[in-house]
C-alpha cells in the first residue's frame, strides 16, 4: 500500500514538471523581453512590455516611448520595426511625434534668420569698404535711410527689408477686453494702445501677422498695463499686486496651452507698455522680466532694463488723440527762433527740481517754467526755441523728446540711466545734447557753447529722423511702429534656438 502511494506521488510529480515544459514550450520564458532580432540579421530591436511591469523592469535605450491603445509602452530602436505581440493583444498604435515636427518647424525657422544675419553682416562689411553713411541703392519705391543719424545705414536698410520679407509675430487671442486686445490711444501712454490696435487690426501689421503660431519668430502678449492700472489698481494704495498676479495668470495661461512659452522660457516672447510701472507689473513673471523682450517706455537700465534684450520705447504725448495741428508737419526752414531754450512742466522726479532752482525765471532766453502762464503757447515757445529741455520725470522717458523731433527743436536730454530709443540703429548724438544732472547750473553755457554749424547740423539731422518717431494710421513704412517692430525683430535674430 506504501508502495502504491509513492508510485502515484512519483506519478503526479512528473505530470507536473511535463505541465511546466509544456507551457514554456508554447509561450516561452514571460520574463524575458518579448522579441529580438536574429545575431545574424540587422533589423533593430523591439521591445514590448506591459505597463505593469515597469516598475520592477527597466529596459537599457535611447528610443523615446510612446503609449498604445492598450496601455502598454512600446520601446523602439526605429521608427520602421514591428514589435512581436502576446496573444490576444491588439497592435499597438503609433502615437505621433509632434516634437520631432517642431524640431523640423523650428529647424527652418533659424536657417532662415541664419541666413538673414548673414545678408545683413554682409551689408555692414560692404560699408567698410565705402562711405559708411550711404546705404545701398534703392529699389523701385524703396525709401532709403542715409545720413550720419545712422550707426550704419546700410545694414539697417538690409535688415529692414530683411524683417519685411521674413519676420512673423502671433499675437495671442487669450484674454478679455478691456485689460488685453485693447489700450489707451490718446493722452500720454497713447503709442500702448497704438501699438496693440496696430498688430490686432492694421492693415500694414498684416504683414508681420501669422494665424500660425509655428510660423511664428515672435509671440505677443497685447495685454495693457496701463488699462491694469485703471480697472485693477486701488487709487493711493500703492499697491501694484493686482497688476503682478494678472501678468503672471496670463503668461500661466499661454504657457500651459501653448507648447511655445516653455520651449524658450519666454525668450522669444514679447509684451509693450508705456505706463510707468510696466516693469513692476512683468516682475509677475521673472521669465518674462529676466528673459522676454520688454518694450517698454521706462526703459531705466539701473532698474532692471536691459538693452541687449528689451526695446526702448518712445513716449508720444496724443493729446485727444492726435499730434498738435502745430507741429503735424516741419516747420518752415528760416523760422526764427528768438531763444535759447525752453523748458514748462511739473517739480517731480529728482532732476527736475534741481532744474527749476538755477533757472525758474532766472533768465529771458532759457525760458524755465514749472507752470506755463496761460498768455503762452506751448507748441508755440518750441518752435521758437534752439533747444528744447527733456529732464527726466518721476521716471527716465518724457514725451517732450518726441515733441522736440517734431519742433525741429534739438533735445537736451537731461536724465540718469536711461537707454533712448532706436539707439541700435540711431547715433543720438547726431541729432541731440545730452547734459549731465550734475552740468545743470552750467546749461546756459554749454547751449551757447554750440557752434552755430553745429546747432545747423543738428537741426537738419532732426529733419531725418522725424519720420521715425511718427504714428501713421495706418502705419508707414520706417515710422515708429516699423521701428518698433525693426527693434524687436533685432532682439529676435540675435537669440539662437535650439
Keep these: 500500500m506504501e508502495s502504491l502511494r509513492l508510485q502515484t506521488s512519483s506519478i503526479v510529480w512528473w505530470l507536473c514538471i511535463a505541465s511546466i515544459v509544456v507551457v514554456l ?63 490576444n493583444q491588439t497592435p499597438p498604435r503609433e502615437v505621433p511625434k509632434p516634437k520631432r515636427k517642431r524640431r523640423r ?3 527652418k525657422l533659424e536657417e532662415g534668420l541664419a541666413r538673414a544675419r548673414s545678408s545683413i553682416r554682409g551689408a555692414a562689411a560692404g560699408a567698410a569698404s565705402g562711405d559708411p553713411n550711404r546705404s545701398s541703392a534703392p529699389t523701385g519705391h524703396d525709401v532709403v535711410p542715409y545720413g550720419v543719424v545712422y550707426r550704419n545705414p546700410r545694414a ?26 485693447d489700450g489707451p490711444c490718446k493722452d500720454i501712454y497713447s503709442i500702448e494702445g497704438r501699438f496693440i490696435h496696430e498688430m490686432e487690426t492694421g492693415a500694414e501689421a498684416g504683414r508681420f501677422r501669422t494665424k500660425n503660431p509655428k510660423e511664428a519668430h515672435v509671440y505677443f502678449m497685447p495685454f495693457s498695463v496701463t488699462w491694469m492700472v485703471k480697472y485693477l489698481y486701488k487709487p493711493l494704495s500703492y499697491n501694484l499686486t493686482p497688476l503682478r498676479e494678472y501678468v503672471s495668470d496670463y503668461v500661466r495661461l499661454v504657457s500651459e496651452k501653448y507648447p511655445f512659452w516653455n520651449r524658450t522660457s519666454g525668450a522669444d516672447h514679447f509684451m509693450l507698455a508705456c505706463h510707468d510701472w510696466a516693469p513692476h507689473a512683468s516682475a509677475g ?48 526752414p528760416n523760422s526764427p527762433r528768438p531763444y535759447l531754450a525752453f523748458f514748462a512742466g511739473g517739480l517731480h ?65 537731461i536724465s540718469e540711466h536711461y537707454a533712448l530709443p532706436f539707439s541700435d540703429v540711431l547715433r543720438w548724438e547726431a541729432f ?12 546756459k553755457e554749454i547751449l551757447e557753447a554750440v557752434p552755430e554749424e553745429k546747432y545747423r ?42
Design 25 to 87: 514550450v508554447i509561450y516561452g520564458n514571460s520574463d524575458a523581453p518579448i522579441g529580438s532580432s536574429d545575431s545574424k540579421s540587422d533589423s533593430p530591436v523591439s521591445f514590448l512590455i506591459p505597463m505593469v511591469q515597469l516598475r520592477s523592469k527597466v529596459i537599457t535605450t535611447s528610443a523615446t516611448p510612446s503609449v498604445s491603445d492598450d496601455h502598454k509602452i512600446v520601446i523602439s530602436s526605429s521608427n520602421h520595426s514591428t514589435p512581436r505581440l502576446l496573444p
Design 105 to 107: 518647424d523650428q529647424s
Design 156 to 181: 539697417f536698410h538690409q535688415s529692414y527689408l530683411e524683417m519685411e520679407r521674413k519676420f512673423k509675430v502671433y499675437v495671442y487671442s487669450e484674454g478679455d477686453l478691456p485689460i488685453t486686445h
Design 285 to 332: 513673471n521673472p521669465f518674462l522680466y529676466n528673459t522676454s523682450i520688454r518694450v517698454l517706455c521706462n526703459a531705466n537700465t539701473s532698474e532692471g532694463f536691459r538693452p541687449q534684450k528689451d526695446v526702448s520705447l518712445p513716449e508720444i504725448y496724443l493729446y485727444g488723440g492726435n499730434v498738435s495741428s502745430k507741429l503735424i508737419s516741419s516747420p518752415p
Design 349 to 413: 522726479g529728482p532732476i527736475r527740481p534741481i532744474l527749476l532752482d538755477h533757472w525758474k525765471g532766472r533768465d529771458k532766453s532759457l525760458r524755465v517754467f514749472e507752470y506755463l502762464p496761460k498768455t503762452l503757447d506751448y507748441d508755440s515757445m518750441m518752435l521758437e526755441s534752439k533747444f528744447c529741455l527733456c529732464p527726466s520725470g518721476h521716471e527716465v522717458a518724457s514725451p517732450r523728446i518726441v515733441e522736440a523731433i517734431y519742433a525741429e527743436c534739438v533735445p537736451v536730454i
Design 432 to 443: 541731440s545734447i545730452n547734459v549731465e544732472v550734475s552740468e545743470i547750473e552750467r546749461l
Design 457 to 498: 547740423w543738428l537741426k537738419e539731422n532732426l529733419k531725418v529722423v522725424r519720420k521715425h518717431f511718427e504714428l501713421n494710421h495706418p502705419a508707414k513704412r520706417f515710422d515708429v511702429f516699423h521701428m518698433i517692430m525693426h527693434s524687436v525683430w533685432l532682439r529676435r535674430i540675435n537669440l539662437r534656438v535650439a
